[in-house]
């Protein structure tokens, strides 16, 4: 298969036939760093390049054997199991060569002349080639090689194989060796850069399928209000209802006895008609609220908390809700999760008399503080507490959410309840 050499950057002057000019003759150092510079110019093009492996490897091939004269290059890998196979795509073999089917299975001894290249990048070269080199080719059914250099293909302590090429009509020489050197290494580098993307691309997939997790998880989490929904239905008719099929009996009875002592009777079902209040009241604050559409209802929740917490509980409310973006559903259900929690243990908990709930678009997501003056307490204490769960609740709402919670708090201070969530799930 041909290919045509890698764009080359840099200045290599080129004779008519395409090779390096001047390359047999001249000051042998100038020549050295021409290649050399030539050869790292071809393997880095590979970076910003939009080439398929075998497709950079057939180009690099048919640099490296113009660089060095030679008819034929090609890489060469190790395998597991210790055994070189040809890296594709090589440059100069006809389709039908047995360079395909050559697998070279180096020894344990590391005696052999393959091993010297690969692992300790030596080779001895006697009138233009390695001769040793040359037999191991022969030997294994590439009958038709002439001559031959070989090295390392390594990336720092990794061995990855051999680069080589094959038949120079002048014979090869130590620059071209150490031109190929430099490749072996380059290409070292370029490959273990080409592993890591690749490991990274892997690492981006598990991120992805966590986060798609989460996402799920998170929905779920807002659907809550489902639940929510049954959990106040069943309240209602277990207390509230009851109490008032007890209160139309009771009126029944009234209406029903004339002769009876209707003061007595109506005192009762006043105290009756007050248990269904405050069992109302009770649902009122145990429940969350649902999640509402838009950051103007998301106030509007906050706020008519805040006054009943103001009416029941004496709690003077503050209120500054900065909300710029219309914040997503889900991201609001969270939010006024959360904000319910804090003002439920500020009721429950605080003896404050002064509640404030801050919420204000930042960092693509919405922060909220919700501070007492109440008497405060030792968190690390009561975050764990069996059976009570609202504070490290709210920290894994705020967290699978992507967010972070912070609870500040200490016995006489008061307790400032902080939180994070970005608008995107
Ligand atoms: N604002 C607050 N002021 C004073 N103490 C608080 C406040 N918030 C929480 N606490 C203390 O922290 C403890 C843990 O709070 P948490 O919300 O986890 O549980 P809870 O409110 O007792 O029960 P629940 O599981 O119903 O929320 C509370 O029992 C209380 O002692
Ligand atoms: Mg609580």
Not at 188 to 193: A, E, I, N, R, T
Not at 257 to 286: I, W, Y
Request: glycine letters at 8%; charged letters at 25%; aromatic letters at 4%.
């Amino acid at each position: 298969m041909e290919a045509a050499a890698l764009p080359v950057a840099g200045k290599v002057p080129l004779d008519r036939d395409g090779g390096p000019r001047s390359r047999r003759s001249g000051h042998e150092p100038e020549r050295f760093q021409e290649s050399a510079l030539a050869a790292l110019a071809a393997v880095s093009s590979y970076l910003d390049s939009d080439d398929d492996l075998p497709g950079f490897f057939g180009r690099l091939s048919a640099t490296m054997a113009d660089l060095s004269r030679a008819r034929r290059a090609a890489f060469w890998r190790l395998g597991p199991r210790g055994t070189l196979t040809l890296q594709p795509t090589p440059f100069g073999f006809a389709d039908d060569s047995p360079v395909y089917g050559v697998r070279l299975q180096l020894g344990a001894a590391g005696e052999g002349v393959i091993e010297r290249v690969v692992f300790e990048d030596q080779l001895d070269l006697v009138r233009g080639t390695a001769p040793a080199l040359d037999a191991t080719w022969r030997e294994s059914g590439l009958r038709d090689i002439k001559s031959s250099i070989a090295a390392a293909w390594i990336a720092g302590e990794r061995r990855i194989g051999a680069v080589v090429v094959y038949d120079s009509p002048h014979g090869f020489t130590l620059n071209d060796l150490g031109v190929l050197r430099l490749v072996g290494m380059a290409t070292g580098l370029v490959w273990q850069y080409k592993e890591s993307e690749d490991e990274l691309g892997h690492t981006a997939v598990r991120l992805e399928a966590a986060m798609s997790a989460r996402r799920h998880l998170l929905n779920n989490i807002a659907a809550g209000g489902d639940e929510a929904r049954r959990r106040f239905a069943s309240a209602l008719h277990d207390d509230s209802l009851q109490l008032l099929t007890g209160a139309e009996l009771q009126l029944e009875r009234i209406r029903t006895d004339p002769n009876g002592n209707h003061q007595v009777q109506l005192d009762q079902l006043r105290n009756t008609l007050r248990k269904v209040e405050d069992s109302l009241r009770r649902l009122l604050t145990n429940v969350s609220p649902e999640p509402l559409q838009l950051p103007s209802d998301m106030r509007e929740a906050i706020s008519e908390r805040l006054e009943s917490m103001r009416v029941r509980a004496g709690i003077e409310p503050h209120i500054d809700i900065r909300l710029s973006e219309e914040v997503p559903q889900a991201i609001q259900a969270i939010a006024l999760k959360n904000i319910s929690e804090a003002l439920n243990n500020v009721e429950k908990h605080a003896h404050a008399t002064r509640v404030t709930v801050v919420a204000e678009t930042v960092d693509g997501g919405v922060r909220v503080e919700v501070r007492d003056d109440g008497t405060g307490f030792v968190v690390a204490e009561s975050v764990r507490v069996p059976g009570h769960i609202g504070l490290v609740a709210m920290r894994e709402r705020a967290q699978l959410a992507g967010g972070w919670c912070r609870i500040q708090s200490e016995p006489g201070n008061g307790t400032k309840v902080e939180f994070w969530v970005p608008r995107s799930l």
